[in-house]
C-alpha cells in the first residue's frame, strides 16, 4: 500500500507541474499583446517628443529668418515668405501643418517690441494607437526673435552693395557725437575715409569692409565690420500726394502745396509750415539766396532732386509732431538714379532727417542742425563739409537712426 501511496504522489506532482506550465504559457500568450502594445505606445511617444523638438527647431529657424527680413526692411509679405521657406527648408510639411507669422507678437512679453513671432502647426501621423482612433495628433511650436539696436547712427547707407557707400574726403573736419555712421553695403570699403578728412564718431559700422586712409577717432575699439544691416527707420513714412491747384513759387513768403515746376529759390524767402511737394524739376537755392521755414517738410516727387548753392543760406527744421515728425527732406523712394545736394553758408542749419532711401546725398556744406541735429538716411552719402552732429534729438521729433542690430531668440 505504501508503494502505491507513492506512485500517486508522484504522479500527481507530475500532472501539478504539467498544469502550472500550462498556465504560465497561457497567462504569457494572453499578455503578450499589452506588452507589445506598451512597447508600441512607447516608440510611438517617443516619435511624437522627437517630432515636437524638430518643430520647434523649425519655429525658432522660422522666428530668425523673419528677423533677418525685418532688419534689412522688408515689408510684411516678404517677411512671412522668409519665414514660410525657411520652415519648409527645414523639415515643416505644409501639406499637413499652417504656419502663423506676427510682427509684433500676439502674445507674451514682447508685444510692443521690434519682434518676429512664429507659430507653426504640424499634423503627426499614429502608428500603433491608429487600432484606437484615426485622429491625427497636433503638435505645435512658438518661436519669438527679438532685434535690438546696438547704437544709433548720424548717418545710414542704405545701398547693399555700393563701393564707397559712405564717403569721407577732403580736408572736412567732422564730429559726430552719441551716435555711429552704419553702412549696408557688403563691398570692402563700404565706409571710406580718404584725402585728409579728420573724423570723430562713436562707431563706424559696416555690413562689408571700413577703409580708412587716416585714423579715425571712436569711443569703440575699432570699427565693426561684417554686421547685420540697419532696418530703414522710415520705411512707415507715407507718400505726400500731390495737391491742386500748383503754388505760384515766386513769392517771398510761400505756402504749402504742389509746385509743379520744381522750386527755384532766390533772395529772401520764407517757407510756411507743413508738406510741400516738389515735381517737375528740382528744389534749387540758389547763390546768395537767403531761405528759411520751421515745421516744413520737403518731399521730391518723381524724379526732383535737391541743389543747394555754397553761397545760399539756409535754415529750415522739420515738424516736431505729426506723420512726418523730424523729417526734413523726403526723396521718392522709386527714384534710385537721383542725386542730391546739400551745400551752404556756415550759418546754414538743416534741422531734422535728409531721407532719400535710394538715392545719393552730397553733403558738402558747412553746417547742420539746431544743436547739431541733422540725420541723413541714404542710398549712399558724400560727406565733406566742416560739421557737428549730435544725435541727443528727441526734443526736436526726430527717430533715433539704427545702426548695428542684434537678433537674439528669447522665447
Known sequence: MEWRARIFTHVFRSLQGIGESGNVATIFALSLPIVVGAAGLGVETSYWYYSSLKLQAVADAAAYAGALEKVSGSDKPTIVSAATLSATTNGWEPATGTIEVFIPPSSGPNVAKKAVEVIVHQKLDRFFTAIFTQN????????????????????????????????????STTKLTGCSVMSNSIAADAIKLQGSANLQVDCLISAGGVSLNNPVTTVCASPITQALPAGDPFIDLPTPPATTPC???????????????????????????????????????????????????????????????????????????????????????????GSNTFNGTADSLLT???????????????????????????????WSGNTSISQDCTSLGMRDIPAAQSIKLVE
Open 247 to 337: 503754388q505760384n513759387s515766386r513769392l517771398s513768403t510761400l505756402t504749402p502745396g504742389t509746385y509743379c515746376s520744381g522750386l527755384s529759390l532766390s533772395g529772401n524767402v520764407v517757407l510756411s509750415p507743413g508738406i510741400y511737394v516738389i515735381q517737375g524739376g528740382d528744389f534749387k537755392a540758389n547763390s546768395n539766396a537767403n531761405i528759411s521755414g520751421d515745421g516744413v517738410i520737403i518731399y521730391l516727387a518723381g524724379s526732383s532732386g535737391v541743389s543747394m548753392n555754397g553761397n545760399a543760406t539756409i535754415k529750415l527744421s522739420a515738424p516736431t509732431s505729426g506723420t512726418y515728425s523730424g523729417v526734413l527732406f523726403y526723396g521718392n523712394k522709386g527714384n534710385p538714379t
Open 136 to 171: 491625427s495628433v497636433g503638435a505645435q511650436a512658438r518661436a519669438v526673435a527679438l532685434i535690438t539696436d546696438a547704437s544709433k547712427a548720424c548717418m545710414q547707407a542704405r545701398d547693399p552693395s555700393a563701393s564707397k557707400a559712405v564717403l569721407f574726403s577732403g580736408s
Open 352 to 382: 531734422g532727417g535728409l531721407y532719400f532711401p535710394t538715392q545719393a546725398v552730397n553733403y558738402l556744406g558747412n553746417f547742420s542742425g539746431k544743436g547739431g541735429c541733422t540725420q541723413v538716411v541714404a542710398g549712399t552719402v558724400q
